[in-house]
């Protein structure tokens, strides 16, 4: 199969930040539409942050071997960022390599000036393509606003990881109690569990100091399983965490792919991928 590029164009300004201090809510937070699991919240939730998403155009191209400004044969340049995202990478806790589908960025909005936050990318095992093809054909506009779609993706028993890359330093506290206030939300009453669940995440990110450049890997291994790596240093070389609740696992996953993503131009770069993919 094909090396897949997804360039995508923004248009935002940029202002130089060292380290960003603000409420930890704005890294992750966004309204988002009825969730699909029977535990979450079945109405918006009230804690909303002031992010705003760029408009974007995406395009997506099946690349063998040629380079373009926006990505080489081993790279995706995520273009709002400048981030590179390598197009196929293995990580710790399973041997199959995984394949980019997309790339896209997080802002923070103050006034009218963007900020941006971490930049993202989604790799899945090829296999799970096997069990998108009721979607052949289907265009990037109705993938991305079809949920049943982003659902098969996550109930495939086969891995999938977000790769976040830090665009400016961030501490461990600030960004867990961000993700934290995306998750809870969505949980209606936690089970004993979710709880535990939920601790061991917290712990990974308790006094540690996330600079700019630090890669958080996200990886799904099942629905109720997921693991948690994070490097300073290019590519994680082990696993910090390994979180087992379905619960926390697929808010977390909502948080990205669900109705009212919290990085649009993410979802919008996924659907286009698939969309050339199952064409």
Known sequence: MAAISTPICFSSLVI??????????????????????????????????????????????????????????????????????????????YSSPLSLLGTGYREKVFAIIGVKVYAAGLYINQSILSKLNAWKGKGAANIQEDSSL???????????????????????????????????PRIRIPTPVDESALSTFRSIFQGRNLMKGTFIFLTWLDPSKMLVSISVDGLPSGVDATIESEN???????VFFGGAPVSPSLKASVATGLATILK
Do not use: M
Not at 156 to 184: C, H, M, N, Q
Not at 248 to 254: G, H, N, Q
């Open 150 to 184: 982003f659902d098969t993706i996550y109930q495939a028993p086969s891995e999938k990881s977000l790769k976040i890359v830090l665009v400016r330093d961030v501490d461990g506290k600030t960004f867990w109690d961000a993700l934290d206030d995306a998750i809870s």
């Open 16 to 93: 130089p930040c060292k380290t960003w201090k603000t409420n930890s809510s704005h890294l992750f937070l966004g309204k988002f539409a009825e969730p699909h699991a029977k535990s979450f919240r079945n109405k918006p939730c009230s804690l909303l942050s002031a992010f705003s998403a760029t408009r974007i155009q995406p395009h997506f191209t099946v690349k063998a071997s040629s380079s373009s400004s926006v990505g080489s044969a081993e790279y995706t340049e995520e273009p709002a960022t400048k981030v590179k995202f390598q197009k196929s990478l293995s990580l710790p806790g």
């Open 248 to 254: 926390v696992t697929f808010a977390l996953y909502d």
